[in-house]
């Protein structure tokens, strides 16, 4: 099956700076690439994605960017605030025979913005 | 948060007693799952419906089951429990019909088991 690695565990920026965030995968058919951050005591929250046939993507301060073919993707902060503090997750995703999205995550980042 | 409830939100229990948690959906989705999260793990699905009476096996399955009886509820029990069951339990839903299938997670019930 799919395994997703992620890089690195914990991360402190200082605030303003940006932070980057790697994944690699295993599973050449895995076509869909979600980033979800968790804060405390609540569940993951979807804050971008992108699909195979797309090398970039952005949405004001955060992208993702993808190398098929090394088989890895990043999620790039740019200007961090106190509020991207959290627990960021990658995950890669292969569609299933009943037309959903089967996930296989990451491990997580721990980001801290030190004010 | 995709209308998702889920219950208990905090559980504590006994080694060998059957557990049964509750994922509530208020928007008509078809596809439900039922994830863990353990420290080092990240998530892991453990099953996941695609519909009234159908489900599927995720990475992380033994142990558990679950049933779909109406398309707002989906259940996950442990028949009995262990305290490698010990974790927080998250249920998703993807709204079908979005640009990507995009996965949406409910707000996560803490089993501990004793």
């Known amino acids: 099956g799919e395994n997703v690695e992620q890089h690195p565990s914990t991360l402190s920026v200082q605030e303003g700076d940006s932070a980057v965030i790697k994944c690699t995968y295993s599973d050449s058919a895995s076509n869909y690439f979600p980033w979800y951050k968790q804060e405390l005591g609540k569940g993951p929250q979807l804050i971008i994605d992108i699909r195979s046939n797309v090398g970039e993507k952005k949405d004001q301060r955060i992208a993702v960017t993808l190398n098929k073919t090394a088989k890895h993707f990043s999620l790039h902060i740019t200007e961090t605030q106190p509020e991207d503090s959290a627990v960021y997750f990658c995950a890669a995703s292969i569609r299933s025979n009943f037309g959903n999205e089967k996930l296989t995550f990451g491990t997580g980042t721990r980001l801290t913005i030190i004010p | 948060d995709a209308g998702i409830t889920q219950s208990p939100r905090h559980k504590v229990t006994e080694t060998g007693t059957p557990v049964t948690l509750r994922c509530h959906q208020t928007?008509?989705?078809?596809?439900m799952y039922w994830y863990r999260q353990d420290p080092g793990h990240g998530l892991r699905l453990i099953h996941y419906?695609?519909?009234?009476?159908?489900?599927d096996k995720g990475e992380v399955s033994d142990g558990y089951s679950v049933s779909r009886s109406k398309t707002e509820d989906f259940l996950l029990t442990l028949e009995s429990a262990t305290s490698s069951q010990t974790s927080v339990y998250f249920c998703a839903i993807t709204k079908a019909g979005g640009r990507y299938n995009e996965q949406f997670f409910g707000p996560g019930t803490r089993l501990t088991v004793l």
């Open positions: 419906s695609y519909g009234v009476k159908d489900t």
């Open positions: 928007e008509n989705h078809r596809y």
